[in-house]
């Protein structure tokens, strides 16, 4: 049963430049979610992506984007990277339940550095 | 007001004693409770998830949820080293109205430290 997987596992970016990071769930998987976690902190919830609509967005800019396409992968995309933007980016598949006390599992991350 | 509460520790259990991991939230809404283990440089891993008050068992980790007094922990029996990580809480806040799970809100996470 394959986990989720996420790619590259490092990327190092300048300031200013734009940056994609890529997902694909767990197997039978629909729902896929994307969270930023600092050096030292929690994960801060970035977008969840469900039938190929972004439904839910946490306090991040426009800069941060995403796509999800009809196999349920999925990509984070940065725009005009800040220093502040390095960090780890995890992304976390679910399935979508009805009453539904959905579990997020997630992949290995991609950890991002701005120069 | 933060809204997911942890104490960032370290915490420092001698092994084969019980670790205990505490947590607390601000939202009343919130309805399902997760605990995450995650080792430096590794990414977060579901340990044990709780919807109901009361406690939940698997293994030697036992979730305790407590609605009215917005708490949760986490005890670990019978530490071990391999125990020694960062352990997150996490918090569904809402749930749409055909079901699913939103983004879940983390506090800082305790570092744990099982000494042999």
């Known amino acids: 049963d394959a986990g989720v997987t996420q790619s590259p596992t490092h990327l190092i970016k300048t300031r200013g430049q734009q940056v994609t990071l890529r997902c694909s769930p767990k197997s039978g998987h629909d729902t896929v979610s994307w969270y930023q976690q600092a050096l030292g902190q929690g994960p801060q919830f970035i977008f969840q992506?469900?039938?190929?609509?972004?439904?839910q967005r946490g306090n991040f800019p426009d800069r941060f984007s995403g796509h999800q396409f009809p196999n349920y992968s999925s990509e984070l995309n940065v725009n005009a990277l800040l220093l502040g933007d390095s960090a780890l980016y995890l992304c976390?598949?679910?399935?979508?339940?009805?009453?539904?006390?959905?579990?997020?599992?997630f992949g290995p991350g991609t950890r991002l550095t701005v120069l | 007001q933060k809204e997911v509460e942890q104490n960032s520790g370290p915490l420092s259990v001698p092994e084969g004693a019980i670790a205990s991991l505490n947590c607390t939230y601000s939202d009343r809404g919130s309805q399902s409770f997760f605990w995450y283990r995650q080792y430096s440089g590794k990414s977060p891993e579901l340990i044990m998830s709780?919807?109901?008050?009361g406690d939940k068992e698997d293994g030697r980790f036992t979730a305790q949820l407590n609605k009215a007094s917005q708490y949760v922990s986490l005890l670990i029996r019978d530490s071990q080293p391999s125990d020694s990580a960062t352990y997150l809480c996490?918090?569904?806040?809402?749930?749409?109205?055909?079901?699913?799970?939103?983004?879940?809100?983390f506090g800082k996470g305790t570092h744990l430290i099982i000494q042999p």
């Open positions: 996490a918090v569904n806040k809402e749930w749409h109205s055909g079901g699913g799970a939103d983004g879940l809100t």
């Open positions: 709780i919807y109901s008050n």
């Open positions: 976390a598949s679910s399935l979508e339940t009805s009453g539904g006390l959905n579990e997020q599992f």
């Open positions: 992506y469900y039938e190929e609509e972004e439904r």
